[in-house]
C-alpha cells in the first residue's frame, strides 16, 4: 500500500481535508482551538482510505453533534473527522427494526421511529447528541439507554476493516461501554415494538415538554457536566452541586445555568481556561461538602 501524507491524500481523497480548523464553531460550548486538519469523508470507501493510512500514525477525534465536548483554546494536534451525508441515513427494517448511520441525530432516529408506528425509542428524542456519540456513552434520559435499545452496531476498526457487533457481546454501563476507543461507529440497529402513531408522537412531545422545563435550551451549554454518582450516592449530581457551590459563581464567562446546576453555560467569550476553573471548582467544593467525587460526562479534547 502506498503511503501518502496529509497532504498528498488531500489531493487524491473525494471527501475534503481544511488544514488549521478552527473548531471554535463545531461544538455546543462555541469554545475551542484549530486542529492540524479537519476531514469529511464523501463515503465509507474514503474513511477506510484515510483509516488504513492515517489509522495508526495521526491522532484522531471522530467528531459527533459537538453537544458533549469541551475543546482546549491549543487546539487539537491531529485529525478531526467528522461523517458527512452518507452516514445519515436512516432505514426501516421488519419487525420494528431500525437502522441508522452514526451521524443521524438521536431526535431523528426517535421522530422516524414514531412516524413509523414504532414504540421504545421516544427518549432518544431528548438526547443531544448522534448515534455514533450515543453508544459510546450508552446516554439515556427519563429511565432508557442505548443499551435498552441496541441490537448490534457496525464500526470501523484503526486497520480499516467493517466489524459488527452484537449487542450481547458489549459491556454497557452508566455512561460507559467496553468498546475501544478507536472504533469507529458507522452504523447501528435498534429495536422497538408496534405502537399507535399518535400515541408514540404524543409520547414524544410529553418528553420534550418535561425537559424544556427542566433544562436549558438555545445557549452555549455541553449538556450534562457530570456524571450522577450512582456507585457512591443515589443522589442527583444537580442537588449535589446546588446545595455545595456558591450562587452565581462564576470565572470569566464561564457559569452554571440557573435552570439546572449540572449544566455548565459560556455566557459569550469563555475560553477553555475559564470553563476548565469552573469544572474544578465545583469538583472540588463536592468533594469538600459530600465527600463525593465527580466524574465528567462531558468529553474534554486536547
Known amino acids: 500500500m502506498t503511503s501518502y501524507d496529509l497532504k ?20 455546543w460550548f462555541n469554545i475551542g482551538g484549530k486542529a492540524k486538519a479537519f476531514f469529511k469523508p464523501e463515503n465509507l470507501k474514503d474513511l477506510i482510505n484515510f ?5 495508526k500514525k495521526e491522532k484522531i477525534f471522530i467528531l459527533g453533534a459537538g453537544s458533549n465536548i469541551l475543546i482546549n483554546d491549543n487546539g487539537f494536534d491531529g485529525v478531526v473527522v467528522k461523517l458527512g451525508k452518507n452516514f445519515s441515513k436512516i432505514s426501516l427494517l ?17 421522530d422516524f421511529a ?7 425509542l421516544e427518549f432518544l428524542s431528548c438526547i443531544p447528541g448522534s448515534i455514533g456519540g450515543g453508544i459510546r456513552m450508552n446516554s439515556g434520559c427519563f429511565g432508557s439507554e442505548f443499551k435498552d435499545i441496541l441490537i448490534s452496531v457496525q464500526a470501523l476498526n484503526k486497520e480499516g476493516k467493517v466489524l459488527t457487533i452484537p449487542s450481547a457481546k458489549i459491556n454497557f454501563e452508566y455512561r460507559k461501554s467496553n468498546l475501544p476507543k478507536d472504533l469507529i461507529f458507522l452504523s447501528a440497529s435498534f429495536k422497538g415494538y408496534f405502537k399507535d402513531q399518535y400515541k408514540a408522537e404524543s409520547d ?5 415538554e418535561k425537559k424544556e422545563k427542566a433544562q436549558p435550551t438555545k445557549i452555549k451549554t455541553g449538556g450534562s457536566t457530570f456524571k450522577n454518582p450512582i456507585s457512591q450516592t443515589n443522589e ?7 446545595s455545595s457551590v456558591p450562587e452565581n459563581i462564576s470565572f470569566g464567562d464561564a457559569t452554571i445555568s440557573k435552570k439546572h446546576s449540572n449544566f455548565f453555560v459560556n455566557k459569550n ?3 477553555y ?13 463536592v468533594k469538600d461538602k459530600k465527600g463525593i467525587n465527580l466524574d465528567l460526562e462531558i468529553e474534554i479534547i486536547k
Open 51 to 55: 483509516i488504513k493510512n492515517f489509522g
Open 8 to 27: 498528498e491524500f488531500s489531493e487524491l481523497t473525494e471527501g475534503k481535508i481544511i488544514f488549521d480548523y478552527d473548531l471554535k464553531k463545531t461544538n
Open 94 to 110: 421488519p419487525n420494528n427494526t431500525i437502522i441508522a448511520g452514526s451521524s443521524v441525530l438521536d431526535k431523528k432516529v426517535s
Open 236 to 242: 442527583k449530581v444537580w442537588k449535589l452541586i446546588k
Open 204 to 208: 414524544v412531545n410529553i418528553l420534550k
Open 114 to 120: 414514531s412516524e413509523n408506528s414504532i414504540g421504545g
Open 269 to 271: 467569550n469563555a475560553t
Open 273 to 285: 481556561e475559564d470553563m476548565k476553573k469552573l469544572i474544578d471548582f465545583v469538583k472540588e467544593k
